[in-house]
């Protein structure tokens, strides 16, 4: 099911062929109609992307395979609800979960998912070292961390390259000698992944994102895979990427989320689909909020009906759409009283967007606002209203009707004071 341009295809291809079968190469949806058929007559061993299984699975459509067949599934983040999934139509198959980079030689660390499902917890383990294989896990001075902890992952053994050919300031960077062994000895390379790892119940790695993935916005650290962990907990929720993006004029965080099949409901007219997909949307944002503090909330939302795949079937990330404000905000509810009006007004000129893309029901850090723009809206609400505003106030009224009612009522109080005051005076 791999692209030849990707090495876990190597075993796929030279295995039958050592081993005395064929190898047949099928283009396009063919392989997954031809899969669907063959799968029923004999077991096979069959290596691919999640993204890969996931489409097998919607070609299986109800049919249900009771061979046993062996899966192996590599090359990016395998889901445990993929696993369940795969695991539904192929009862009796045994399925592993595989990570390895191409510079360590096509696979390092394995799992025997269908062995270990019931000691497997909320997130799937990438499992423990192959044969030969050694592994730590270091800090930025190349110590160990201790147990439990998240590190970069390094990876020694005979199956790691010697470097990248004719790319020698790149190979000193990602290969380095090993500290913990002596110059003879086999694993005295180690090949420094990128990946955050750490171990969790029986010696398990697990795999929690990349390093060059962690960012910082408004002087917090930030790793998005702690946000698509929980988007990837959500019923509405099928697979989710969150990147940080440059827009109008700052760091934004984007979620780009699939909705799950399961939820997903066929409507005649657009409108209808476009209403369902804000709905999920907001129960995403009003699940986020209540896991996640406001500095980690994504302030915009995409939704995607496919993934764009490299040739090697991974997400390509690079692929995702630059996402535009016009085409991520909700149909805006217009203002209505003057205080609305103008607040539309001020919104727009903090969050340096177009009032027309401003809904007054929408909350004020999903537009792209943080805890520093909210500060400059602070001031010049108080200057442009002369309301006694505090900060808290504004977050406990985010949206602009509620921040409406908010000033019209504190302006009413201090009306409402200067009249007894005035009452007073005149009965002195």
Known sequence: VTSYAFDISVPSLFLP???????????????????????QEQPYLLRMTPHHGKALIAF????????????????????????????????????????????ATVGAIALNVTAQRDQIGATMPIGRPLPNTKVYILNKELGLVPKGAMGELYIAGPSVSKGYLNREELTQKSFVVNPFEDENSQYNLMYKTGDLVRYIGEDYLEYCGRVDEQIKIRGFRIEVGDIESQLLQLPEVDSAVVQAKELAGQLQLVAYVKFD?????????????????????????????GQLPEYMLPSQYQVMTDWPLSANGKLDKKALPVPSLTELSSVAVQPVSETEVRL??????????????????????????????????????????????????????????????RIEHLLWMEQDDDDEYEGELLVL
């Open 60 to 103: 299986m459509g109800e049919a249900v395979c009771q061979l046993t067949h062996t899966f192996v599934i590599g090359g990016e983040a395998f889901p445990l609800e993929l696993y369940d999934q795969l695991q539904a139509k192929f009862p009796n198959s045994v399925i592993y979960n595989h990570y390895g980079p191409t510079e």
């Open 261 to 289: 099949l399961m939820h997903e409901i066929k409507f005649a007219s657009s409108e209808s689909q476009l209403q369902d997909n804000e709905r999920k949307l907001a129960a995403i944002k009003r699940s986020l909020a």
């Open 17 to 39: 062929l050592i081993s005395g079968t064929s190898v047949n190469i099928l283009a396009g949806e063919a392989r997954f109609e031809s899969m669907k058929h063959e799968l």
């Open 344 to 405: 539309v007004q001020i919104w727009s000129e903090v969050l340096q967007t177009s009032e027309e893309h401003i809904s007054v029901v929408e909350s004020f850090f999903s537009l792209g606002g943080n805890s520093l723009s909210l500060m400059l809206l602070l001031n010049k609400l108080r200057s442009e209203f002369g309301a006694a505003l505090q900060l808290r106030e504004l977050y406990q009224s985010s949206d602009i009707q509620s921040m409406a009612k």
